[in-house]
């Protein structure tokens, strides 16, 4: 077996953290593209799975607690509070309600965003903020932001078959 010679060695290692690097950087995503993922509320009451639809994003309710009326389990919740009586009986597992939400790079925001809130049955307009600590911040407000409610999210592996976060 021969010892490589310091050339080919430094050759090697020049390759080989070309190859790191390259794959690192193929991981990070891109500014708008951060709050991608699975996310469970700081009430630990909801999980949202934020996707993005060409340049808008949007959430979808994946699980949230049933133990209010034990009898009625998720799965069989219904938008009930629905103004429109067509809609009342989908369900709310699975359901979208975020949509629109379109990423500003002038204010790192995502703006122009539509929630829809299945105990009121409305609609309120919505701006989304990632935190520096990481924490997601979905802002729900009528007309102007400081009438407002908010909820904040941290991110989460969702495990969609047994319906089971970590």
Known sequence: MSI????????FLLIFSMQVSHGTRSTVCS????????????????VVNI????????ATVMWF?????????????????NPNPQLRK????????????????????WEDGLIYDPLSGRDWSSVVSLERDGILKVKGYWHFEFLSK??????????????DFR
């Open 150 to 163: 908010s909820v904040s999210f941290k991110r989460i592996v969702f495990n969609r078959q047994k319906k």
């Open 65 to 81: 607690t049933d133990k209010d009326i034990i009898s009625r389990p998720m799965e069989s919740r219904c938008d009930s509070h």
């Open 31 to 46: 500014a708008e593209d951060q709050i991608l993922g699975d996310w469970l509320s700081l009430e630990k009451n909801v």
């Open 90 to 109: 989908r369900k709310l597992l699975g359901m979208e309600i975020l949509s629109g939400l379109n990423y500003n790079p002038s204010s790192g925001r």
């Open 51 to 58: 996707s993005k639809e060409g340049r808008a994003f949007k």
């Open 4 to 11: 490589p010679s310091k050339q080919s060695l430094a050759s």
